[in-house]
């Protein structure tokens, strides 16, 4: 497995596996469509998506992190193929979010959530994520109900 950065041959897999995993668990919202069909304004303003994929280039998972209108940061669309639960493929796409994030030097980054998701809310505390307040009108989908933040600190170098 390796991880690696948005190309847009991997599109249609990430557009696909987000709207599996949301329409399985949920009902897929007008704001997921808004996201899906924008990938790349976000990857133009400064966002990344990043993919996990497996030794023969399928994708197995992938994590976007992107500038919001407001200023702040979030990641989201977080999704994995159900037959790679498990392998740390949706772990090591987090933790390449987190690291894009501290290279660019942001101040903090936003996740927002339903808690039906154990195990991406368990990954959320696990890389040091605190649970904050939901902001319905920062974050539209009737699904959420957890929200998280991470803030970063930098030493004067």
Not at 81 to 88: A, I, K, Q, S, V
Not at 116 to 130: D, I, N, P, Q, S
Not at 132 to 147: N, Q, T
Request: glycine residues 6%.
């Amino acid at each position: 497995m390796k991880i690696v950065s948005y190309d847009p041959k991997y599109k249609d897999d990430f557009v696909e596996m987000n709207k599996r995993w949301i329409s399985e668990m949920f009902v897929i919202e007008q704001e997921d469509i808004r996201e899906l069909e924008n990938i790349e304004p976000y990857i133009q303003k400064g966002g990344q998506i990043f993919f996990a994929v497996d030794d023969d280039g399928g994708v197995m998972a992938s994590c976007m992190i992107a500038p919001r209108p407001d200023g702040d940061w979030e990641i989201m669309k977080f999704a994995a193929r159900g037959m790679y639960t498990g392998t740390g493929a949706g772990s090591a796409c987090l933790k390449a979010c987190i690291d894009y994030a501290r290279e660019q030097c942001l101040d903090k980054v936003l996740i927002v959530s339903n808690r039906k998701c154990e195990h991406a809310v368990h990954l959320y505390r696990k890389y040091g994520f605190t649970e904050i307040p939901v902001d319905k009108e920062k974050f539209p989908f009737d699904r959420a109900d957890i929200a998280f933040e991470q803030e970063f600190h930098y030493d004067d170098i």
